[in-house]
């Protein structure tokens, strides 16, 4: 019984929004602008991904409302940004051909909405079963894959609108009808889109030289000077407003009742849905995690995701996740806490309620511009330097998530790779679920590390801690290292220990460098220690040594002691 209690307690304290609540004062402006931004870039892609739900344009502004509110309000990624994705519009638009109304062969809203509101219920349920982590699990290759896809996605499909067309449905017609695109170029919307990408372009070398240009974001700049063109050129091109008055006839408000008489129709197309909901929601947090140097809490997220699509189908939205795009737009615009998310869901809410002739005039080459930035901008540009040089295996991984995230399937995509790669480490898997390593911080003085007596006693009253990981440092255990060093007590300073580390792939070197980095900023000094030459080798090519500095990466003892000393 005190197990259930405890078990309970601890749920009710990770799934608690007092946690994002306090943090909503501490970043106001920048939270306030970013949310305000992504909210207009947002909405077109909330219209259409209305539309190809089969829900209509208004479900897809309502799936945006309840993401960005509810989601944010109760989930665990402090940038993220949610709302109706292509992958779950997509999905939700398949099971509409099952469910019709008689003859008509009109979509069924009821059951509809009813499998969005049933999908939240089972978000809700993941997240207590505290399963949501194993997402950190996947392989960073898997995750650079994943990210260069969507970066590339994103910059194609805006292809058409940057040059004043009618944009794309899907990647496949970007390919199909390119000379088509090409050929017909309405010259107007290049007046906008090229000086909207330049000052994206040439903002953040501008604003290193004159201080007080920091204040102001670039995409508002855009979004500004492009209307204005615009407006000034009488411009005849596509603009927001034009999306939005196709919109404009549909009934803004109803509420849904789930129709649970029809549970048993109604779970697989549920259980579908939430399974991508925390695939898609959890990879865009991890995107956001390599961003922004934090952690963001999986079991979390997965609630807020529950409760914000059970708020879509009650409301009339499109099934909503975290969305990889908006939350990397969130992050580059400089919202910092879930308050961007919450301005972002009450700009489109206000914007819904009769406010939308503040945004109709945006053309829409100028915000493919700013979404032709974020595309460039969301790119793993960690792993794209040193890419020839990656262990073959985490290459072919990385090639093969990149190339099928863009022709066919995201979630594919890491379905592939996570197996290719648990297929090539087997042996290190087994390795690990047979061994007892213990991934923990100890005092220098409770360490092997310094046998000489006089050392010990000289960095005996020293606050120095010492983490010593054990065989194969890969995917699969870097999430036990991490745990095991949050578990030990404050220190000064840090000693990594890789010396009986038997194998190293991306994933553990990205996860020593995150780990190191994030030390640093909180004031702890590392000093990595080893004399393995096949880590070393993996090392060099990936450019840990350099990233972390050559002065802090150490092969000897006496290396090791005298910069401890000369830090002391």
């Known amino acids: 019984m005190k197990k259930i209690i405890f078990f309970i ?83 939700i638009a398949a099971f509409m051909g099952a469910f019709v109304i008689g003859t008509t062969n009109e979509p069924d809203l009821v059951a509809a909405f009813s499998i969005i509101f049933l999908s939240g219920l089972i978000l809700v349920a993941v997240s207590m079963l505290k399963i949501s982590h194993f997402i950190h699990y996947i392989p960073y290759s898997v995750v650079a894959g994943f990210m260069c896809g969507i970066g590339v996605i994103v910059i194609l499909t805006q292809i058409n609108a940057f040059i004043g067309l009618e944009s794309e449905r899907n990647i496949h017609e970007v390919f199909k009808n390119f000379g088509y695109s090409i050929k017909h170029i309405n010259i107007d919307a290049l007046y906008v889109s090229i000086p909207s990408l330049l000052i994206l372009f040439l903002w953040e070398p501008l604003d290193k030289k004159i201080k007080f240009l920091k204040n102001i974001p670039s995409p508002l700049l855009a979004l500004i000077v492009g209307t204005g063109i615009a407006y000034l050129m009488n411009l005849d091109i596509p603009y927001i407003g034009d999306k939005m008055s196709q919109a404009s006839d549909a009934n803004i408000f109803s509420f849904y009742i789930p129709d649970l008489s029809r549970f048993s129709e109604f779970i697989i197309p549920a259980l579908a849905l939430a399974g991508l909901a925390v695939l898609d929601s959890l990879l865009s947090c991890i995107v956001a995690d390599n961003m922004t140097g934090k952690r963001h809490s999986s079991d979390r997220e997965t609630f807020g995701q529950g409760m914000a699509n059970m708020a879509a189908g009650l409301l009339g939205g499109v099934t909503t996740a975290t969305a990889t795009m908006r939350t990397v737009a969130n992050i580059k615009f400089g919202g910092k806490t879930p308050l961007a998310s919450i301005v972002h869901g009450l700009t489109l809410l206000a914007i819904l309620l009769g406010l939308g002739f503040l945004v109709e005039s945006i053309p829409s080459a100028c915000l493919a511009a700013i979404l032709f930035k974020v595309g460039i901008d969301i790119m793993d540009y960690r792993i794209l330097p040193v890419l020839r040089k990656l262990p073959t295996m985490d290459l072919l991984i990385f090639i093969i998530v990149l190339f099928v995230t863009v022709y066919d399937d995201l979630m594919i995509a890491v379905g592939i790779g996570v197996i290719f790669a648990l297929i090539y480490c087997l042996k290190e898997i087994n390795i690990i679920l047979k061994s007892n390593y213990k991934y923990e911080a100890i005092p220098l003085s409770k360490s092997d590390f310094f046998t000489n007596q006089n050392n010990k006693k000289e960095l005996n009253d020293l606050s120095i801690y010492v983490l010593q990981p054990e065989g194969p440092l890969f995917f699969g255990s870097v999430e036990s290292l991490i745990n095991g060093y949050g578990s030990s007590s404050k220190h000064e300073m840090l000693i990594v220990d890789i010396n009986k580390v038997t194998m190293i792939d991306v994933s553990g070197a990205y996860a020593l460098e995150d780990l190191i980095n994030t030390l640093r900023v909180k004031n702890i000094k590392v000093i990595l220690f080893n004399t393995n030459t096949q880590v070393e080798i993996v090392l060099e090519k990936i450019n840990f040594i350099n990233n972390i500095g050559k002065d802090y990466y150490k092969n000897s003892k006496e290396s090791v002691l005298s910069t401890i000393l000369k830090f002391r």
């Open 9 to 91: 307690k601890s749920r009710i304290k990770e799934i608690n929004p007092l946690i994002n609540i306090k943090s909503l004062s501490t970043n106001l402006r920048g939270d306030v602008i970013s949310g305000i931004t992504v909210a207009i870039i947002a909405l077109p892609l909330a219209l259409a991904f209305g539309e190809i739900s089969k829900l209509g344009p208004v479900a897809g502004v309502w799936g945006a409302i309840a993401g960005g509110i509810v989601g944010g309000l109760f989930g665990g990624c402090m940038v993220g940004v949610s709302g109706p994705t292509a992958p779950k519009a997509a999905q």
